[in-house]
């Protein structure tokens, strides 16, 4: 009996020694090799970043992208990060070739529509001028004149179907400038607020507020801006007693908002500059809307000032003022008219609830995103890349409102989402809205490029803190951000990746992580069953 113990323990001892000779070394020996290859100080190294000691996943899959150029300390040379930046490898991918069907608008269609624009405020203003003479009314009349060339006209033509403008489109830059400086020769209320009124049929894109103060600017060059006045110091932050949807909007938040989307590489924000306005001479003395006339009075202070004609919380304790006529604001370019590049509004499957006590669905069933992806337009294509893009975007800035979203009809369901709206953004620098990145931790899907960008921001070399304080010293109203607001995107930018880390090791990196254009996630549903589900 002895002896058949021995026999069985000498056995099981040869047969695990064999097992662990040739089976568990040789794995163990190709595991070594492998992170040796990964080593963070590696040169291709395209892992994501380490935290709290934890292993991070192998991301082998990734070689197909521009590497990283390897380098983890601060340059010597004391340079532009931002200038580094956009000249890495993963920000100067290529677009496939833009043809006709790529782009939103033709030139021939554009200037055409223009030119009837330009006529019909000639005559608008050749009418208004006679009825004002006969009033007995002073009218400051400024020379409009419509340049094919202008900066904004460039800007219109370069949307395609990938972004509202290309990296390197030197309208951009000349855009910003104008809208800082140009002469202002008219002013009205935005759309929203005339759908307020019931003054046009807005609906299609406009989700009227009321408590929020934005007016249309149109420029010398005919070129138009949407205003929003300085609600709020860059030092204060949002009431802890604010429910989102009743927050001020920030014209700060715009304007870093717009920087922040283009140092993302995204480009879905149109371009925003700020500019000190003269409300007595830019606003008021220039428009030909009676009701914008009526809410502008002069204060106690002798400062001029002015609030929103809206259904609610229009007082003149809600105004804001000049000092006494100066007052700092964003400006941002408008997009092409609807008539010649229509967009729809799409409700955000992951929209708030705008009550006190209400819950939407997705804040409590952790599994909501699996019903998002059996549904139309979300099963296939880029649709819920694209939102997990955008929600990424909003975590950065801390914006809870995006109810909405909105495309380019003409570019369907492979079109960009654009980030419209941001003022919201950088309420609180001490506070991360956890519950923002809601669509990337329930759906666990990310896109490779806009992962790889978010790791490179990351890095000491291209913080992301640091190329956006560079970015807004661009700005005429500068410091956009205090530095806490600045430091929040480091913080930030570290739990996003620290989301996608779990997801990785939760589902694996190929689930994951995905290539920019995807196939189909399920089988499309039919209006039959879509009715079926509801």
């Known amino acids: 009996m002895r002896r058949d113990r021995l026999f069985l323990a000498a056995t099981l001892t040869a047969i695990f020694s064999a097992d662990l000779y040739f089976i568990l070394l040789p794995k163990l020996r190709s595991l070594g090799q492998g992170l040796g290859h990964f080593c963070s100080c590696g040169p291709n190294n395209l892992t994501l970043p380490r935290h709290g000691g934890l292993a991070t996943p192998r991301l082998s899959n990734w070689t197909s992208l521009p590497p990283l150029d390897g380098t983890t300390s601060e340059p010597a040379d004391g340079g532009s990060k931002l200038g580094r930046l956009f000249a890495h490898p993963l920000y100067n991918i290529q677009t496939p070739p833009l043809g006709p069907e790529e782009r939103l608008l033709h030139a021939e269609q554009l200037m055409e529509y ?25 009218v400051t009349e400024h020379e409009v004149t419509f340049d094919p060339d202008a900066s904004w006209v460039k800007f219109h033509l370069g949307i ?18 104008e809208m800082q400086s140009m002469s202002v020769v008219s002013a009205d209320y935005t759309q929203d607020e005339k759908a307020l009124k019931g003054a ?19 420029m010398q060059n005919f070129a138009k801006a949407m205003f929003k006045p300085m609600r709020q110091q860059r030092d204060e932050e949002t ?39 003269n409300i007595t001479g830019e606003v008021l003395q220039v428009t030909h809307n009676e009701d914008l006339r009526a809410v502008f009075f002069t204060s106690p202070a002798n400062n001029t000032c002015f609030f929103a004609k809206c259904l609610y919380v229009c007082k003149t304790e809600y105004a804001v003022c000049g000092s006494p006529d100066l007052l700092e604001g964003s400006l941002s370019a408008y997009l092409p008219g609807l008539s010649i590049a229509p967009r729809i509004s799409i409700p955000n499957p992951w929209i708030r609830s705008y009550t006190f006590t209400g819950r939407e669905e997705w804040e409590v069933n952790p599994f909501f995103c699996d019903t998002i992806k059996q549904l139309y ?3 296939s294509g880029n649709r819920l890349l694209n939102i997990i893009d955008m929600s990424i975007f909003d975590f950065l800035i801390s914006n809870m409102d995006r109810h909405h979203y909105e495309i380019f009809t003409k570019f369907g369901d492979e079109g960009f989402l654009l980030h419209l709206d941001n003022a919201r953004g950088f309420g609180k620098h001490s506070q991360d809205e956890m519950s923002i990145l809601a669509p990337l931790s329930q759906c666990c899907m990310i896109k490779r490029s806009t992962l790889l960008r978010l790791q490179l921001l990351a890095r000491p070399e291209y913080r992301l803190s640091d190329v956006m304080r560079e970015s807004l010293e661009g700005d005429p109203l500068q410091p956009i951000l205090t530095e806490p607001h600045l430091l929040a995107l ?28 995807v196939k189909s996630t399920a089988k499309p549903q039919t209006a039959t069953e879509i ?4």
């Open 239 to 277: 009431p802890e007693d604010f429910f989102y949807f009743v927050d001020f909007q920030r014209h700060n938040a715009e304007i870093a908002a717009f920087h922040l989307d283009r140092v993302l590489d995204f480009r879905r924000v149109p371009p925003v500059a700020g500019r000190l306005v």
């Open 200 to 218: 046009c049929d807005c609906t299609q894109v406009v989700k009227p507020s009321g408590h929020h103060l934005k007016l249309a600017l149109k």
């Open 160 to 177: 395609s179907r990938y972004t509202l403008y290309s990296r390197d489109d030197p309208a951009i830059p000349q855009l910003l400038k």
């Open 377 to 379: 337009p979300y099963n």
């Open 490 to 517: 480091d913080r930030r930018l570290q739990k996003v990746l620290r989301v996608v880390q779990r997801c990785v090791r939760r589902l694996g990196e190929d689930e994951v992580i995905t290539k920019d254009f």
């Open 531 to 534: 009715k079926k589900d509801r």
């Open 114 to 138: 223009y030119r009837r624009k330009v006529s019909r405020w000639e005559r608008h203003m050749k009418l208004y001028s006679e009825a004002a003479a006969a009033s007995n009314i002073t």
